[in-house]
């Protein structure tokens, strides 16, 4: 069906780390240009829209397009195990057969399995909803998220022209983040002033993918989903919608 190897996995397992944090079980879409994931988690409150190049594998042998369910916990289990060796997965009609070489070689085969799917929303549509896009360093977007941890577990994203601001509120504390147009954050379309809650927990998971990336792109509107992406040009593209929490009050 496919087969693919890369000089090891490091890139394959960071790039999953967060896909894995949010979904326990997807359907891989084995392309002729790559492997695409997209699914959400069963709360329907993110989707995942995930995709690895061929051109981030030194081999890619593609016969025919292919679906593989697969378990994410267990795939990422043995992703962990990767040390310094070559990395090589192959699938047939039977399960994903996972290999690493070095001094010697470890095997492990993982089935192939019936995913169950949630309806995510409609990706394009979903796009020309966003008023508001900017480029952010992810180290910073991710210490105010962990600061907003601190006193509540939603955070407030407010976007105007010259300033981006993270808020927190608890019973009786609160943070704030303030950041200005800088080499640490690049406006890109700021269409009108947008403020919007998310959720403290899910943005902690979808950061994860910061090891992708030193920047990463934030799509949003008032009231409206946001899309956090990570790329790694020519190799893996990573996106996450967020569904927005409900303002109290």
Known sequence: MFKAEMADARLLRDSLEAVAEL??????IIGKDGIRLIASDRAVVAVVDYFISKNAFEKYEFAEDAKLGINMGNFMNILRRAKNERFSMSADGNGLSVSFHGDSSRHFTLPVIDVSREETPDLVKLESGFTTAFAVDTEALA??????ELVGDSIIFTVRKDMFILHSEGDSSSTRLEMLPSPSLDMIKVSEPVRARYSVDYMKKMLKARKLSDRARVSLASEYPMKLSFSVPDKVELSFILAPRVEEG
Do not use: T
């Not at 210490?143 to 907003?148: F, K, R």
């Open 23 to 28: 979904i326990d079980e997807g359907e891989f």
């Open 143 to 148: 210490s105010g998220v962990e600061d907003a």
